[in-house]
């Protein structure tokens, strides 16, 4: 099975300070997505990365950034932390396999909920 | 850029009852994939069922199926024989079919509640 886990379940911080969340996938999985998840928006897409040291842009990547290092662990960082950034954050893995395969799709960690106070 | 449109916030039924969610989309492509995630209370999301746009065939997956019209660009989910294990939120998900661009654009979730 496929495992994706992320370094909290809950984190709780303070305006300005920098945040780090980890992600870490064990499949070997090209591409890898943090979303940020808020009730009546669904999911939506902040940054995503399908190599290393490569990103991409998602929906809304305002006040983020985030690092590729190794292929298994992609970290999403709050610079600054602000109030409007409490949220669920999800990160996901996919790997660029065939879209033949049934099993093909993002696979998702459990996600952090985080509060900026 | 593609939509996806589901229009039920909240939704319950009666244990062992049949339950339909609704999903419509837009898109100007004519292949691409659909899904349905399921996000139980405080776990992991999980794909429950997934649609190529190619097939005209409706995916099952046990109790779970899809009714897929294409021209109409809708996307509903069936669960039949409802149990208390699919209380979850609900996500429609929108993915392009080809390499490069990796992108799934997701619906604003359905919160199903079976009621014992």
């Known amino acids: ?27 070997d999985h090209e591409n890898m997505f943090w979303y ?9 897409l902040i940054y995503f990365s ?22 298994e662990r992609f970290s999403l960082i709050l610079e600054s932390a602000s109030t409007n950034q409490t ?11 065939i879209r033949l395969d049934p099993t093909d799709t993002q696979y998702f960690g459990p996600g952090t909920r985080l509060t900026v106070l | 850029a593609q939509t996806v449109t589901q229009s039920q916030p909240e939704m319950s039924v009666q244990e062992a009852e049949t339950v339909t969610l609704s999903c419509t989309y837009d898109t100007s492509e004519n292949n691409y994939y659909l899904f349905w995630y399921k996000q139980p ?17 409706n995916a099952t997956e046990n109790r779970f199926s899809v009714n897929f019209q294409k021209a109409a660009k ?11 294990g699919d209380t979850a939120m609900y996500f429609c998900a929108f993915g392009p079919n080809y390499f490069g661009n990796e992108k799934l654009t997701f619906g604003t979730g359905t919160r199903l509640t079976i009621i014992p």
């Open chain 2, 74 to 84: 809708s996307f509903s989910l069936k669960i039949s024989d409802s149990q208390l």
């Open chain 1, 87 to 97: 949220s669920m954050y999800l990160c996901a893995s996919r790997g660029t396999g």
């Open chain 1, 50 to 71: 399908y190599d290393v040291k490569m990103k991409e842009k998602g929906d809304i990547p305002e006040g983020y950034s985030v690092s590729r290092e190794k292929k």
């Open chain 1, 1 to 27: 099975d496929v495992k994706v886990t992320q370094s909290s379940r809950y984190l709780v911080k303070r305006t300005g300070e920098k945040v780090f969340l980890e992600c870490v996938q064990d499949m």
């Open chain 2, 41 to 57: 209370p405080s776990r992991q999301m999980i794909l429950v069922i997934r649609q190529e746009a190619y097939k005209q065939q």
């Open chain 1, 36 to 44: 940020r998840q808020d009730p009546g928006l669904g999911l939506r």
